[in-house]
Structures are given as C-alpha cells and as structure tokens.
C-alpha cells in the first residue's frame, strides 16, 4: 500500500477516534496501529474497535 493511500484512510476515521489520538498521546492507540488495522467505515464500529469492548448500544466488534 503506497504512503499516500495509507495516509488518506485517517480522513475516514470518526471524528471522536482522531479526538482521542491527538488529546491522548500516550494511550494505547496510536496512528501507526490505526494505519496497520483494518477499520469499518462505520463510525459506531470504529469507536467500539478502537476501545476494544462493547459500545453502548450492545455492538460488539471482532
């Protein structure tokens, strides 16, 4: 996967995961395993895959 293809999936993330990487440095999360994941286009699914548990709507991913 060429860089500018990697780089131009981040504009698909949800607004509250691109949040939570630029005010939280330091968690677990960070953008070279946001870039290696494969990551829904649901914003919901992405929350719940980024937190690793259940949303609270019930959705479980993965």
Partial sequence: MTQARRLLRLTLLAPAVVANLLANPDVAINLE???????????????VVFAGGVDRTGFTCC
């Fill in 33 to 47: 395993a946001v870039l290696r994941r494969v990551m829904p286009l649901d914003w919901q699914a992405q929350r």
